[in-house]
């Protein structure tokens, strides 16, 4: 989920070493005061128990809720944005099969937890800007040792200049910093080289973030449809409508997609949402430009009221 606030220069240590060892170990119950503050390069990062999850725990990012993890069960998902994603991951290719997924933003590695839950033997990397983030996550919330991720501490685009052409199944972007997507993450010129290392048939996927009168949202439509034939949108029906700020799940290939098993799976999630694709998602644009780097502005701010 979206980042939000300046950088808190300074604030929050670390909070003791014995609930670390908790939380390698899965063993022993919880303390009242477990959580965990330290400040990492994109400002304050908290890690706070589920009260619900025995060994569930929420990473936020000044405030901000960003990722949810649980050590116990990593097919869990519990942000509604994430749970669409996973069902995406699911219909990218027959169950267990493994694929090659670059993720753009690693947050507490929720999602490449996933896949490497549901799809063993994959192959994941994740570009992760913030180093101090990426050490606190591997320290306290540890990744399989077992799963093959490799986690690389550089911007996202220019991690991505890195990829080989034709090397991902699937790209997926969740990046914020201060809550709101980087203006180079938003335009044609990025998406040309999402493109370039994803194998034919391999899919895009982008957490976007937008209120009304969803400009960027639309804009970032119409900028995916110049580099893939293919888009589907997944949004809480409320955020269609423009009623508030939320999270916008966009699919993009140059393959036909399972919209239809898609539609079912976003319907039936404990918070409902619709899928638009095909010439509804493009009436919808309503004639937006497409996002060129010499024009590309960071995603809005989201209002005081969006993590509350």
Known sequence: MARRGAPAGGAGARKGSARKQERRT???????????????????????PDRERPHGWTLLLDGAPQSH????????????????????IDLAAPAQQPLH????????????????????????????????????????????????IRVRSTDARAGLGKIQDGWADLVIADVFSGARTPAH????????????VLKPGGQYVANLADGPPLAHLRGQIATAATAFPELALAADPTVWRGRRFGNAVLLASDLPLAVAELTRRVASDPHPG??????????????????????????????????T
Do not use: N, W
């Open 101 to 148: 997924v670059l993720h753009l933003g690693g947050g507490a590695f929720t999602l490449a937890r996933y896949v490497a839950a549901t799809r063993p033997r994959s192959t994941q990397q994740i570009v992760e800007v913030d180093a101090a983030l990426v050490q606190l996550v591997r320290r306290e919330l540890p990744l399989d040792p077992q799963a093959r």
């Open 185 to 196: 993450l938003t335009s044609a010129e990025f998406l040309a080289e999402v493109r370039r």
């Open 274 to 307: 619709r899928v638009e694709h095909g010439r509804a998602l493009a009436d919808f644009t309503g004639g937006a430009a497409v996002v060129t780097d010499e024009a590309a502005k960071p995603s809005p701010a989201p209002p005081p009221s969006a993590f």
């Open 69 to 88: 993890v649980d050590l116990d069960d990593p097919t869990y998902l519990s942000f509604e944005y994430q749970r669409r994603i996973g069902h995406i």
């Open 26 to 48: 899965g063993k022993g119950e919880r303390a009242e005061t477990s959580e965990t503050s330290e400040a990492v390069d994109g400002g304050l990062a908290e890690l706070i």
